[in-house]
Structure formats: structure tokens, C-alpha cells
């Protein structure tokens, strides 16, 4: 899944361990979340829209080159 999160973190000056500990995960798991190795679950990816003021869906897409099956 795309996703922005690594633009909108770095445009609040928040490292990733800040903005683990603003939505409650670890910063590995803010790493593999901007590095596409990992997709947040629909509650974290709700949680990471409202403290950015955006809607999810703005925040992540779907990797248009995967296979949806």
C-alpha cells in the first residue's frame, strides 16, 4: 500500500519515535509503515488520519500494481 505518512510527518518536524508515541506503536512499526513493509491496521491508519487532519483514504492507496484478486 502507498502512502504518504513519511511527507506528513516530516512537514510537523516529528521524528518517527514522536510519532509512535502520538498513536501508541513502536517506531519500527512507523518505519515499516512509511518504508511499505508493513500496512497499518484500518484502527492505527484512523488514528494516524485524525491527528494529521486527513482522511485515510488521502493518507493511503492501493498499490495500483498489485494483484487484488
Avoid at 516530516?10 to 501508541?24: D, P
Avoid at 484512523?46 to 498489485?66: C, H, S, Y
Amino acid at each position: 500500500m502507498k502512502n504518504r505518512l513519511k511527507v506528513l510527518r516530516a512537514e510537523q518536524n516529528w521524528t518517527q519515535e514522536e510519532l509512535a508515541q502520538r498513536v501508541g506503536v513502536s517506531r519500527q512499526a512507523i518505519n515499516a509503515i512509511e518504508t511499505e513493509k508493513y500496512d497499518p491496521s484500518l484502527p492505527l491508519a484512523i488514528k494516524l488520519g485524525k491527528l494529521f487532519g486527513k482522511p485515510v483514504e488521502e493518507m493511503f492507496a492501493l498499490d495500483e500494481n498489485t494483484d487484488h484478486g
